[in-house]
Structures are given as C-alpha cells and as structure tokens.
C-alpha cells in the first residue's frame, strides 16, 4: 500500500515538473509578445528584492566568517596566509554566493508563490481573472518571473561583498591577517568572467525559482491542505533544481584546470 502511495506521489510531482517546465515556454512566448503588467512587477520586485534584503546579507556574512576559519587555519600552517582572501572570493563569487541566495530566495520568495497562486486556485479567483478575459501568465507569472531575474542577481552581488567582509573581519581579528593582503589576494584573483558567471547563474537561478513556484500553485487542488502541499513541494523542488543545475553550469564554466591560483601567486 504504502509502496503504490510512494508510486503515485512521484508521478504526480513528474507530472507537476512537466507541467513547470510547459509554463517556463509559455513564458517565454508571452514574453516576446511584449505584455508586461509594470505595477505588478514593481510589486514583485520589491517583495524578492528588499524585503529578502536582510536575510540574505546575513547568511553570506557568517557563511564567508565560518570558510574564513576553515581555509585560514589551515593555509596558515602551510604559510600560504596570503592567499586566504582570494580562495574566499573565488569560492564566494563562483559558488556560494549565488547557490545560496538562491537557496534562501527558495525558501522565502519561491513559498510564498506557491502559497499566493495556490490560495488563487482554490479559492477560484484564477478561473474569475480568466473570465475577466486576463490571462493568469500574464498578471501573475511573469511579473514574478521578472522580479526574481532582476533582483537576484543583485542581492547575490551584495551577498558577495557581504560574505568578503564577514571574511576580513575573521582574517583580521582571528588569525592576525594583515587587511590589505587580504584584499589584495581577492583582487588578483578574481576576474571579471567569475563576476559575469555569478550573475548568470543568480540568473538561471531566479527563473527555476519564480517557475517552479507559479506553477506548483497554478496546479494545486484539495483546498487549504492541497495549498500546504504546493507550498513545501514547491521549495524541495526548487532547491533540488538549483542544486542540478549549479552542477552542470559549473561544468560548462569552469571546465579544465584553472589559473586563478597562478595569477594570485
């Protein structure tokens, strides 16, 4: 019993990622058409951007303090000291930073998509907009589409800066690093392809984000337990999607041996 269970959830959620993965090409063609509801943008934007300000400025300072104490301590040892502010910028800006903006814009802004259009659904106020002759994609989904391309991007760049000097404070206090050579080291090691590779990724990011929420709410049933149910598959879908596909961006990336360890040298 418990095995058919486990059988018909998972084609059921199958058939809600199919279902995700038609909206993001409807998007796209609604999109081209060029109708866009700017005030609900507007709206969308401020929700995903500011008001998700705080919490992600707080995850990358004690994520960029908590590498700084793991690299540090170690390179240190190795007499490599030098080199801990530009392995936190490399890994910050090429990894961390966006996955885990994403992660936390999953959790706040891809929830509350669901939770939003899901209510709409079962409360029948999709099928009334529909008799008003405006279309759900349209009013809804794009504007939070978006919101979530333009503003991650952003926050996942402040989310660097923070998480660097979440590192510099450790640097500096803890272990005794001299500040300029640890934004030295940052500067020569980055370059302006791992800056562009963050902000492509954020960008993928926010469209699995904005997506898989719409349309996990767009597909809810069964009432206010059929909302609960979008809602939390919604944000597990969405982290396992940005965990997917950080994979196979990194890939086409980053491919071969790097030189950023060489430049900084």
Same mark, same amino acid.
């Given at each position: 019993?418990?095995?058919?269970?486990?059988?018909?959830?998972?084609?059921?959620?199958?058939?809600?990622?199919?279902?995700?993965?038609?909206?993001?090409?409807?998007?796209?063609?609604?999109? &081209?058409?060029?109708?866009?509801?700017?005030?609900?943008?507007?709206?969308?934007?401020?929700?995903? @951007?500011?008001?998700?300000?705080?919490?992600?400025?707080?995850?990358?300072?004690?994520?960029?303090?908590?590498?700084?104490?793991?690299?540090?301590?170690?390179?240190?040892?190795?007499?490599? @000291?030098?080199?801990?502010?530009?392995?936190?910028?490399?890994?910050?800006?090429?990894?961390?930073?966006?996955?885990?903006?994403?992660?936390?814009?999953?959790?706040?802004?891809?929830?509350?998509?669901?939770?939003?259009?899901?209510?709409?659904?079962?409360?029948?106020?999709?099928?009334?907009?529909?008799?008003?002759?405006?279309?759900?994609?349209?009013?809804?989904?794009?504007?939070?589409?978006?919101?979530?391309?333009?503003?991650?991007?952003? &926050?996942?760049?402040?989310?660097?800066?923070? @998480?660097?000097?979440?590192?510099?404070?450790?640097?500096?206090?803890?272990?005794?690093?001299?500040?300029?050579?640890?934004?030295?080291?940052?500067?020569?090691?980055?370059?302006?392809?791992?800056?562009?590779?963050?902000?492509?990724?954020?960008?993928?990011?926010?469209?699995?984000?904005?997506?898989?929420?719409?349309?996990?709410?767009?597909?809810?049933?069964?009432?206010?337990?059929?909302?609960?149910?979008?809602?939390?598959?919604?944000?597990?879908?969405?982290?396992?999607?940005?965990?997917?596909?950080?994979?196979?961006?990194?890939?086409?990336?980053?491919?071969?041996?790097?030189?950023?360890?060489?430049?900084?040298?």
């Amino acid at each position: 019993m418990s095995e058919t269970r486990s059988k018909s959830s998972l084609g059921a959620w199958g058939q809600r990622l199919l279902a995700a993965i038609f909206l993001g090409g409807q998007v796209l063609v609604h999109l &081209l058409k060029g109708k866009i509801y700017r005030r609900n943008t507007i709206e969308q934007m401020a929700s995903v @951007g500011p008001d998700s300000l705080f919490i992600a400025l707080l995850t990358s300072v004690f994520v960029g303090a908590v590498f700084t104490i793991q690299v540090a301590r170690e390179f240190i040892n190795f007499g490599a @000291g030098n080199v801990v502010g530009g392995v936190l910028a490399l890994a910050l800006t090429r990894e961390l930073a966006p996955v885990l903006t994403a992660v936390v814009l999953a959790g706040r802004v891809g929830s509350a998509f669901a939770a939003e259009i899901g209510t709409m659904r079962v409360t029948e106020q999709i099928d009334a907009l529909l008799m008003l002759k405006t279309d759900p994609i349209d009013y809804l989904v794009i504007p939070r589409v978006l919101a979530c391309c333009l503003m991650l991007p952003i &926050l996942t760049l402040l989310s660097l800066v923070t @998480g660097m000097f979440g590192g510099l404070i450790i640097a500096t206090n803890v272990y005794s690093l001299a500040d300029t050579a640890f934004i030295d080291s940052a500067r020569n090691f980055l370059g302006v392809w791992d800056i562009l590779s963050a902000m492509i990724k954020a960008f993928c990011f926010g469209i699995l984000i904005a997506v898989i929420g719409c349309s996990w709410g767009l597909t809810t049933t069964g009432g206010a337990k059929g909302v609960g149910q979008s809602t939390t598959t919604a944000v597990v879908t969405a982290l396992l999607i940005i965990f997917i596909s950080n994979f196979f961006l990194s890939w086409l990336m980053f491919q071969g041996t790097g030189s950023a360890l060489q430049q900084g040298l």
